[in-house]
């Protein structure tokens, strides 16, 4: 059960390392090493710890948080098409972040607005599926994937309703993008807590996985749980938008190979989501900063350009 | 060793006046079969009695706590229930499913140990299907799958079983193994309580049978007393004919057709 | 005495007032206030300069710098040297290690055109950041001075400055009595979009007796409906476009017979870039427009 964890980690080292290794300047390894300790020439010192550092470890939490939010979901909704992007907690997110942004607010508060934002689409997507009384996961995921859209929507009046000079910031943010991320400690708190606090209730996520009424039998509070899932989830993406704006994809993608090669075992599912989602993000960043340098893409197109063949083909292989 | 109670029980099936209310009691070593038609509420009273539904009026009764007044894991520990539908969104392999059952068990920090393994083996092996330990559990068959279904309760291990058509997609062979593990369960001190759609499994390998009709009566007592032609043919509304083998009786219906 | 001398003495004062300042500390060190209201002072003239947005650096050039630039981002295609400058991406991402990499001892950054993290992220890192976007004709010239101040280029730059605050004084008072016009501008054809007359394009209108049928709109850049524009009825329509020749984007209009600026044969195409940037080209852009409505009022 541990040597999958390993081997991902490993993975994750590699590409850290690779990571701040490549960019539009080359920085060769023994240099690496040099600043690693300490030393090395200012020029160095300030590509890898001021700007390649934060980055790489931002694309990293993002990432993880992203995918650990991922297989959440999916496991709540016992649906391996769910996601954070498309059940519009993203979009939550980025409502909250651009109405701070058009109230000229500082970047905490966007942060902070954001956050809400991405309770407020929980709250609602929950609510509204909730309704009567039944609550099954096929119209938690349609009433998340109508209100996604809803929020799409409003995105579109803010943008046109905002201020010209006010574009290049907001749709920078939208097209999410890890390139000026500064802070990545709250985001990597975040996420290792999260998993940290998750795993006693891994086992608990596998039982809930085979529906509610198994899950029930076998001792499982089940509404209690979902809630908890819904919130924690909800929680990590805020982090993750907050972070690096929207990145879609990651939480579909990374659970859905992860379960292809692992099996479905949640304690093994989700540190390996955190570190795949990681590893993942953190080599889509390394390709976005340097594959047409020294144009910048943003992290957002590579994770959609290689989760919407993947998500086309799930659906295609699960009818 | 668990004693389950229901007291004047009257579940909740939509659309239906409250009938009869259930004063059952269902002591460690019986061997409960429920009978009834289509839509007469037997998958609804099962979950109910596990808890997993409201009753309408009344409570269910585990030794002498009320249910509701039970933790989950409390329950499950002391009880276990085998579904008819069964969900499978992820895919998971037969030994991961049977592993399952040991979870009310076990505490969160903890991981299945050998132990666990072992029950888990040992359940698979009772119902013939440890072979297929590391297929996934869609590529098997209904019979199969039901299989493993009763084998993850067998790994849980509670004092009482409730079953919902064990039975259901099994051929003949298994059918039988299945009710004579069902029925060794019973002897070893374990209260079993299914529903069955099969009048003459009932006959065999029942002590205790329940009735429930469409319209919410019920009645129940020991299977001798309760397995006779006229109540059957009320509760099924068929013709019954009953004929005497192996020392059980066996009902067929009478063939409609052109009266002699 | 017109508004725009009255600029000129302003910004004079300004800049003398600066100097003095830098030169009574005792040091050779180099001060200016960015458009949005910050102060830079750089210990010795900027000899490494990057450019993070086109009109940056065709002001850069303006200012007789265009030696001391190092870098700049995409399209930054006048003057035709700019082309042979490497690039730094684009003005909406910065390849941050390729600036740092440069070691700038000057960054001019783009208020409104730069995301605002990437702004902030200059700033950490240290490096000496200028941001500029003129709004107004004097502004054009007065950033030109403070470039050239920054740059130890004050000799060209004030001279470049002075030559287009001239030459916009004398459109301003050769148009002065101009029979007033009234006219469309299309910044783009779908969605529609126009500018108010705070825009810079709007004031290049007014400058030539031109009436902005859209100019008390609240939005600098305001989305509108072509049913407004018929309306309105101008009697001439502008838009920009790649050397100023018809690339279509007027042609929508042509259906409408009844439109004056139809009839009479008035729809106008200004060179994109130069009415665009505000840049010492505007001089030359604001002629071209003045012509045109020159014109227009012929028909």
């Excluded at chain 2, 029925?183 to 009048?199: E, I, T």
């Amino acid at each position: 059960m541990i040597r999958p964890l390993l081997s991902l980690g490993f993975l994750t080292f590699v590409a850290v390392v690779l990571a701040l290794g490549l960019g539009s300047v080359t920085v060769p390894l023994p240099e690496i090493w040099q600043v690693m300790q300490g030393e090395g020439s200012a020029l160095n010192r300030a590509l890898l710890l001021d700007l390649r550092l934060p980055r790489t470890l931002a694309a990293l939490a993002t990432g993880g948080l992203l995918a650990v939010a991922g297989a959440l979901m999916q496991v709540l909704l016992r649906n391996p098409l769910a996601d954070p992007y498309v059940l519009g907690l993203s979009g939550g997110a980025a409502v909250g972040a651009l109405l701070a942004m058009l109230a000229g607010m500082g970047t905490i508060l966007i942060s902070g607005s954001a956050f809400a934002g991405a309770m407020l689409a929980t709250l609602l997507v929950f609510g509204l599926a909730h309704g009567t009384g039944s609550w099954t996961p096929s119209r938690l995921l349609l009433t998340g994937v109508v209100v996604a859209a809803g929020w799409g929507a409003v995105i579109t009046l803010m943008l046109a309703i905002t201020p010209s000079y006010k574009l290049p910031g907001m749709l920078y943010w939208l097209m999410g993008d890890v390139s000026y991320a500064r802070a990545p400690w709250p985001a990597l708190a975040v996420l290792v807590l999260s998993v940290v606090l998750i795993m006693p209730l891994a086992r608990n996520l596998n039982v809930l996985a085979r529906g509610p009424l198994q899950a029930a039998a076998l001792g499982v509070s089940v509404r209690p749980l979902e809630w908890t899932i819904y919130l924690l989830a909800s929680l990590l993406t805020a982090t993750a938008v907050t972070t690096a704006g929207s990145i879609g994809f990651v939480g579909l993608i990374v659970p859905h190979m992860l379960r292809l090669v692992l099996g479905n075992d949640q304690r093994i599912i989700l540190p390996a989501s955190a570190l795949a989602g990681g590893t993942l993000l953190v080599l889509a960043d390394t390709l976005a900063r340097t594959v047409i340098a020294p144009e910048q893409l943003p992290v957002g197109v590579i994770t959609a350009l290689l989760g919407v063949p993947t998500f086309l083909y799930l659906l295609h292989r699960s009818r | 060793m668990s004693r389950l109670r229901s007291r004047d029980l009257v579940i909740n099936v939509p659309g239906r006046s409250d009938g009869y209310s259930l004063n059952l009691t269902i002591e460690p070593g019986q061997t409960w079969g429920v009978l009834g038609p289509n839509g007469a509420g037997k998958t609804t009273l099962l979950h109910t009695l596990a808890g997993l539904l409201p009753a309408r009026r009344g409570e269910v009764v585990l030794d002498d706590t009320p249910l509701k007044d039970l933790k989950r894991r409390d329950i499950a520990r002391q009880m276990g229930l085998v579904f008819q539908e069964r969900q499978d969104s992820f895919p998971a392999t037969v030994m991961e499913t049977a592993l399952i059952g040991r979870h009310p068990w076990l505490s969160p920090w903890v991981s299945e140990q050998c132990e666990d393994q072992t029950l888990a083996e040992q359940a698979l092996e009772a119902l013939d299907v440890e072979h297929l330990s590391d297929r996934l559990l869609t590529t098997l068959s209904g019979g199969e799958r039901q299989r493993v279904a009763i084998a993850t309760l067998m790994t849980q291990n509670p004092g009482i079983w409730l079953l919902d058509e064990p039975t259901n997609h099994l051929d003949l062979h298994h059918q039988v193994k299945v009710m004579n593990l069902l029925q060794a369960q019973a002897r070893s001190g374990k209260a079993v309580f299914m529903c069955l759609h099969d009048l003459n499994l009932a006959a065999r390998w029942c002590s205790h049978v329940l009735l429930l009709y469409t319209n919410g009566d019920a009645c129940w007592g020991p299977a001798d007393s309760m397995l006779v032609p006229s109540a059957l043919e009320k509760l099924y509304n068929q013709k019954l004919i009953t004929v005497e083998a192996d020392g059980a009786p066996i009902f067929v219906p009478v063939r409609p057709g052109p009266t002699p | 005495m017109s508004i725009h001398r009255l600029g000129v003495r302003v910004a004079l004062g300004f800049l003398l007032v600066v100097v003095v300042q830098s030169l009574s500390a005792g040091e050779v060190q180099r001060c200016a206030v960015d458009d949005m209201g910050k102060e830079l002072c750089i210990p010795a003239p900027a000899h490494r300069i990057v450019t993070l947005s086109p009109g940056a650096t065709e002001l850069m050039f303006a200012a007789g710098a265009g030696d001391k630039v190092v870098a700049v981002v995409n399209y930054s295609d006048y003057p035709p040297e700019a082309l042979k400058l490497p690039l730094v991406g684009s003005h909406t991402r910065v390849d941050m290690e390729a600036l740092l990499a440069l070691r700038p001892d000057l960054v001019i950054t783009w208020v409104t055109g730069n995301p605002p993290a990437q702004m902030e992220l200059i700033d950490e890192l240290g490096i000496p950041a200028f941001a500029i976007e003129p709004r107004t004709f004097e502004g054009v010239s007065s950033v030109i001075e403070r470039l050239a101040t920054l740059a130890g280029t004050e000799h060209e730059g004030l001279a470049e400055a002075e030559r287009f605050r001239v030459g916009i004084a004398a459109l301003s008072e050769q148009y002065r009595n101009a029979e007033p016009i009234p006219v469309f501008y299309q910044v783009w054809e779908q969605p529609l979009m126009t500018i108010n007359n705070d825009h810079l394009i709007g004031k290049v209108l007014q400058l030539c007796g031109g009436v902005n049928v859209f100019g008390d709109m609240p939005r600098l850049v305001p989305r509108i409906s072509s049913e407004v524009v018929l309306q309105a009825d101008p009697h001439a329509i502008l838009t920009g476009s790649v050397e100023g020749v018809s690339d279509g984007q007027l042609d929508m209009w042509k259906q409408y017979s009844e439109l004056t600026a139809v009839k009479k044969n008035n729809l106008f195409f200004v060179p994109a870039s130069p009415i665009s940037r505000p840049t010492p080209r505007l001089l030359e852009a604001t002629r071209i427009v003045c012509d045109y409505l020159d014109s227009a009022r012929e028909r």
